[in-house]
């Protein structure tokens, strides 16, 4: 097919949500939920680290069935908690479901040789604090997260440097926590209140200059309340704030 000819097929096909691409088609399905626009992304980008990184691939395979997360932010979590463990201060994930990335973190975090303590808090009881700031969680979903289940997992992977929690975060474990200080946190529990009460308690807690919190679920529509939380942290002198094409939000502390 000429080159123009081609050309205006594509622009046709645009019109209709779908990308000609040579690797296939990819459809361009585009919403708009709480203000804010979701889109098919297809980067063109192609460089996998992940498949060079033999540790990775190896504590991957065993928590791959333990998470709902996907590898390109399994990956980010591997390698941001290595970046940060010089920082002082223990690592925290809230959201721990079955314990996959937990574990992953724990990994890279004892692959390290640090003394430090990864804390994996859950309800174990599902999606708390759902409100009208977000239009899919109404409470109680992913309930099927057994405890049991992450203990058997960290067995598994032999990770001396686990706690596991069961409760509310931060109101059950407010005073626990009080004096503690964290390099790296992880924190997907999918609604707005819930993220939002976890980033409070945290970042007076985070190490300065470089502390590291990650969210999950920021690019998901079902997630909705989460763009909302991070959008009101822009701006912030303390934050730096990045926005990852896989799904994730970061916010680094920059004081």
Request: proline letters at 3%; a negative charge; charged letters at 25%.
């Amino acid at each position: 097919m000429l080159p123009a000819k081609a050309e205006k097929f594509k622009q046709l096909f645009r019109r209709f949500g779908v990308e000609i691409r040579r690797t296939g088609i990819f459809r361009l399905a585009r919403e708009t939920i709480s203000g804010r626009s979701y889109g098919t992304i297809v980067p063109n980008a192609t460089l996998s680290p992940w498949l060079d990184d033999r540790q990775f691939m190896q504590v991957y395979e065993s928590v791959r069935s333990y998470t709902l997360v996907d590898i390109f932010r399994c990956f980010e979590l591997w390698e941001l908690v290595e970046q940060v463990t010089h920082l002082p201060g223990d690592v925290l994930e809230v959201g721990v479901w079955r314990g996959g990335t937990g574990c992953l973190i724990a990994a890279r975090t004892q692959l390290r040789d640090v003394n430090k303590v990864v804390y994996l808090c859950d309800t174990f009881a599902g999606v708390v604090k759902a409100s009208d700031q977000d239009s899919t969680y109404l409470g109680g979903e992913h309930s099927d997260a057994v405890e049991a289940d992450v203990i058997a997992l960290i067995n598994t992977l032999q990770l001396q440097n686990t706690s596991v929690r069961r409760g509310i975060f931060p109101d059950d474990f407010a005073q626990e926590f009080e004096e503690n200080i964290f390099c790296f946190v992880h924190i997907d529990v999918d609604v707005y209140q819930s993220a939002k009460d976890v980033m409070h308690f945290i970042w007076p807690r985070l190490a300065s200059s470089g502390g590291v919190v990650v969210f999950d679920d920021f690019g998901f529509p079902t997630c909705d309340g989460i763009p909302k939380l991070i959008s009101e942290y822009r701006g912030d002198n303390d934050k730096l704030i990045l926005h990852n094409l896989n799904g994730h939000a970061i916010i680094v502390k920059t004081v």
